[in-house]
């Protein structure tokens, strides 16, 4: 959908683009892969029996979700500067300073990804319940406080500072070109469908990522600064078993957030469909066109076994009322798409 040349206009084509391939990534690898290593014994003894894979699926399972985070932080601030510096620069490679952001992010993700061969970080301990595979690892130590900083809320308040200057900026642009002619009120609204997009979708990444956030830092608050150690005594043992309670609570609470939380990936495409024209446009558009494709292989299917002398009389009468019902869809389906066409037509008039 988004490699289609009226999507590829805009110049965030390339960052939805990045971060569709990266959500993906991030539901295969994060998320069905620790489903299937929970409930089917044979896919975890397949990580277990083999140190490639469980490498491999150490990296990607950290690699798509850090990409995936920073790519909404790097959608947020390119539209705040879009729209706090309209007319900026434009060269003879329009797509550059977006795909050298990518190659950057993407290239900072893999090598932040790789200390996952060394430290196995929330693996270890996964919502999923599942034997970790590494098990010589080191402990992260003080650098569990910059993890959580880097994929959490740093995100989060990049989102966040963005999305409010892009909501003072929007409302600035907009007072300021109901001042002017037809023509800049028509470019002011393709920005602002544009910004609407990406505000949607940053906001509700943003409020999903929240709470994982709380949870993560309570969970190493609780587990590093008031830690409890097994003890005879009977108050100290009666601690530990409290702390231990809380601790299971915890993790209850940072599995709950995280299923949440990756609704995130699967919703995007949704919210593409909800808040951008023409991407909801084309994909109506390429709907129908695979629509009557199928009916059309389908009908020239059943039209083959009417013609075969095989079959008995009433299977062809009831075959050919398929063919009818299935030629008065497709009928129905041009109609529909002319009369789409035509609308479309007269809105593009209206405008001009």
Known sequence: MLSTPILCESNLSLYLKALAVSDNGALIFNYAVGIAKSHFTFVNNLFMNSRFLCSLNSVTMEFFQFTSTWLVVALTWTRVFAIM??????????????????????????????????????????VFEFIPCQKKIKPWGSAMYFYIALSTWLPLLFIFVGNILLILHMKKTEKIHCRLTQNFRQRANKTHHTSRILFVVSTVYLVLLLPLGIVETLELYWDVILIKYPATEAKKKAEYIH???EKMLLKWCRGFCFHIYHWNFALNFFLYYLTG???RNVVIQTTWHYKKIIFSVFSNHIHKCTSCSKYPRDLKSMQSSNVLLIRAITLSEDFINGSVSTQNNNNTIAHI
């Open 85 to 126: 510096f309209p007319f900026g620069i434009h060269g003879y490679c329009n797509n550059c300073s977006e795909m050298i952001t990518i190659i950057t992010l993407i290239c900072t993700s893999f090598i932040i990804s790789l200390t996952k061969l060394y430290s196995g970080g929330y693996e270890t301990d996964s």
């Open 243 to 245: 702390w231990l309670k």
């Open 277 to 279: 024209e023409k991407f």
